[in-house]
T-cell receptor
Framework: EAGVTQFPSHSVIEKGQTVTLRCDPI?????LYWYRRVMGKEIKFLLH????????ESGMPNNRFLAERTGGTYSTLKVQPAELEDSGVYFC?????????????FGPGTRLLVL | AQSVTQPDIHITVSEGASLELRCNYS??????LFWYVQSPGQGLQLLLK??????LVQGIKGFEAEFKRSQSSFNLRKPSVHWSDAAEYFC??????????FGTGTLLAVQP
């Protein structure tokens, strides 16, 4: 079974540019999560999809971040325009829809550097 | 406020020595507790989890953790560390909501 995949693995952009991160969850997983780790700090929750619907987006930092999940499959996280403080590692995770006792399986992350 | 504290940012142990990584949490409801590991260039891998039942939980790679409600702790242990255990370890808490709250991580170095 393929795990959670994320693309790209690394991205270096200039302040003001746009970047789109993609996450492909494990096949059949209804729950998809985005997290972010800013250097030296804890991994923080951004948002949670159940299928194509946003269940919880309380962790999204501001309106420069837009997350979508087309057809309840893969998800994209767009940052527009990017700022220096957006640099960090963006993790995606997925879990089956069997209640909140399910393990979240994480992808390798996308390392974003905004210059 | 909900939070996870990992007081040790960096730990160095000798190969073959025992290991204990500390984790304390603050959570208003029944906690679900997790330990994840991130090896260089890899994603987060689940080591073990506690939802209910036996407070001593066994995980992969020879790790175990003990849930102590009275101390709000969920420390990770391994009796004999291998060089391949060098990685960053994250404690996390979850519950009725699906979002996980992570600690800042503990970076483990293993000396030969």
């Amino acid at each position: 079974e393929a795990g959670v995949t994320q693309f790209p693995s690394h991205s270096v952009i200039e302040k003001g540019q746009t970047v789109t991160l993609r996450c492909d969850p494990i096949s059949g997983h209804d729950n998809l999560y985005w997290y972010r780790r800013v250097m030296g700090k804890e991994i923080k929750f951004l948002l949670h999809f159940v299928k194509e619907s946003k269940q919880d987006e309380s962790g999204m930092p501001n309106n420069r971040f837009l997350a979508e999940r087309t057809g309840g499959t893969y998800s994209t996280l767009k940052v527009q325009p990017a700022e220096l403080e957006d640099s960090g590692v963006y993790f995606c995770a997925s879990s089956p829809d069997r209640g909140n006792e399910e393990t979240q399986y994480f992808g390798p992350g996308t390392r974003l550097l905004v210059l | 406020a909900q939070s996870v504290t990992q007081p040790d940012i960096h730990i160095t142990v000798s190969e073959g020595a025992s290991l204990e990584l500390r984790c304390n949490y603050s959570y208003g409801a029944t906690p679900y507790l997790f330990w994840y590991v991130q090896s260089p260039g890899q994603g987060l891998q689940l080591l073990l989890k506690y939802f209910s039942g036996d407070t001593l939980v066994q995980g992969i790679k020879g790790f175990e953790a003990e849930f102590k409600r009275s101390q709000s702790s969920f420390n990770l242990r391994k009796p004999s560390v291998h060089w391949s255990d060098a990685a960053e370890y994250f404690c996390a808490v979850g519950g009725a909501t699906n979002k996980l709250i992570f600690g800042t991580g503990t970076l483990l170095a293993v000396q030969p």
